[in-house]
């Protein structure tokens, strides 16, 4: 069984960066798409980043583009959401999921998700 483990999220101010890790268990993902999502309170869960299996290709949402990165280790089987100039509509739990099949940006398409990591951004 494979299971994803979400870590390193916290409180930080605005401007403030952040490096959130998703190691996987049970079975190598190196042949798998990753993604990230993010869910604010009151909110639809929404696609951050994700990155194919050899890290060649990343996709961004229009809302990150430029602040976040998504690296991923597959010798560590982990994958990474670097997160930069932190804004206060950054704030929300974070999953990383594996791809199953499906558009990238889609919740649905992913098969396996972690429990999710908080992120507080202060003002």
């Known amino acids: 069984q494979v299971q994803l483990v979400e870590f390193g999220g916290g409180l930080v101010q605005a401007g403030g960066s952040l490096r959130l890790s998703c190691a996987a268990s049970g079975r190598t993902f190196s042949n798998y798409y990753m993604g990230w999502f993010r869910q604010a309170p009151g909110k639809e869960r929404e696609f951050v980043a994700a990155?194919?299996?050899?890290?060649?290709?990343?996709y961004y949402a229009d809302s990150v583009k430029g602040r976040f990165t998504i690296p991923r280790d597959n010798a560590k089987n982990t994958v990474y959401l670097q997160v930069n100039s932190l804004k206060p509509e950054d704030t929300a739990i974070y999953y990383c999921?594996?791809?199953?099949?499906?558009?990238?940006?889609?919740?649905?398409?992913?098969?396996?998700w972690g429990q999710g990591t908080q992120v507080t951004v202060s003002s």
């Open positions: 990155i194919s299996w050899g890290g060649g290709s990343t």
């Open positions: 999921a594996r791809h199953g099949s499906g558009r990238y940006h889609l919740r649905t398409s992913y098969d396996v």
